[in-house]
Every structure is written in structure tokens, then in C-alpha cells.
């Protein structure tokens, strides 16, 4: 959290070291949704999308998923690369619903998003 300057200034300084955050596990939190975002998008979405059109998966890997999609339409490549997209725009979604639905305190969509 930034704070405003002891003086009242507008200069920001970086909040105190007993702002509440357990900072090991908020880094561990991060890895773990970057990696989970990631199979979502490489996995779920490509993978899912080429799968769909008819393709077949030949490698995965966490930065890129490549798909054999010989003998289909144009069209198939273009969903199989919109894939990965959509597959973030539905987690996405679907995590801001299960966010604005959960039982707890109101600013807790908020804190998730950095926002206080």
C-alpha cells in the first residue's frame, strides 16, 4: 500500500512493514494463480479450442501449445488462437462472480484487486 508523506505532502512513500500483509504468502498466492492462469489459457483454452475444431494436440508446455490442424478450414486456426482469450475471459468471469458472491466482508472483492 502507498501512503501519503508524514508532512502531508503529496509525496508517496511505500506503506509500513505492519500493514497486515504476510508477504511470503501473498507471493506464493501470485505464483500459484499465474500458474493456474496459465494452463487455463495454454491448456483449457488452445488445447481445448484445437481439440473442437477437430485438431490434435501434439506439444504443451507453459508458454505455448502447438496443435495439428491439417486438413481443416482457415477458420479453425483463428478459434484455435482466440482459444486461450476466451478461455481467460470465462475464469476471469467466473472469478469476479464467485469474488461479488462470497460471504465475508464487502471489501473483500476490493483487497483481492489492490484496491482499499
Known amino acids: ?18 500493514d497486515g500483509i504476510d508477504r511470503p504468502t501473498l507471493v506464493a498466492i501470485a505464483v500459484v494463480a499465474f ?3 496459465n494452463l487455463v489459457h495454454e491448456g483449457v ?7 473442437l ?6 506439444a ?3 508458454i505455448h501449445f502447438d496443435g495439428d490442424l491439417g486438413g481443416l478450414a ?3 486456426g483463428k478459434w484455435v488462437a482466440a482459444g486461450g482469450t476466451l478461455a481467460n475471459l470465462t475464469l476471469g468471469l ?10 465475508g466482508h464487502p471489501a473483500r472483492p476490493a483487497s483481492f484487486c489492490g484496491c482499499r
Open 1 to 18: 500500500m502507498i501512503a501519503p508523506g508524514r508532512d502531508g505532502s503529496s509525496s508517496l512513500v511505500p506503506a509500513s512493514p505492519d
Open 35 to 37: 500458474a493456474l492462469a
Open 45 to 51: 483454452g488452445h488445447g481445448g479450442a484445437c481439440l
Open 53 to 58: 475444431a477437430g485438431g490434435r494436440a501434439r
Open 60 to 62: 504443451l508446455s507453459a
Open 74 to 76: 482457415p477458420a479453425a
Open 94 to 103: 467466473l472469478a469476479a462472480a464467485a469474488l461479488r458472491f462470497s460471504p
